[in-house]
Nanobody
Framework: VQLQASGGGLVQAGGSLRLSCAAS????????MAWFRQAPGKEREFVGY????????SLADSVKGRFTISRNNVKNTMYLQMNNLKSEDTALYYC????????????????WGQGTLVTVSS
């Protein structure tokens, strides 16, 4: 499956953005999906995941209560709604997919999008 992330940009602290991850090539609903992010000089960090039909999500503690993951399998798209953004959310955001299993380890995901940059100004 090919993944393409979009929706990043520059936003002030306290603002909101919605990222999208469009999938093509294979049946999107066969894949558990996740968001990761990587800030400059830091390792890639798990943000959250969503199961194949969206019945379960999990978010990192750092974004709970502010971010929401959803997906639309008819549109072959996953979303990350980000509210109350903070400067520490500044990072390159990646979407990723895997056919089996769930988890927060980046190495377990087989398919990756190219990343979309989110910059939060304070």
């Amino acid at each position: 499956v090919q993944l393409q992330a979009s929706g990043g940009g520059l936003v002030q602290a306290g603002g909101s953005l919605r990222l999208s991850c469009a999938a093509s090539g294979r049946t999107f609903s066969n894949y558990n999906m996740a968001w990761f992010r990587q800030a400059p000089g830091k390792e890639r960090e798990f943000v959250g995941y969503i199961t194949r039909i969206g019945e379960m999500t999990s978010l990192a503690d750092s974004v709970k209560g502010r971010f929401t993951i959803s997906r639309n399998n008819v549109k072959n798209t996953m979303y990350l709604q980000m509210n109350n953004l903070k400067s520490e959310d500044t990072a390159l955001y990646y979407c990723a997919g895997r056919a089996a299993g769930l988890g927060a380890s980046a190495s377990a995901y087989d398919y990756w999008g190219q990343g979309t940059l989110v910059t939060v100004s304070s």
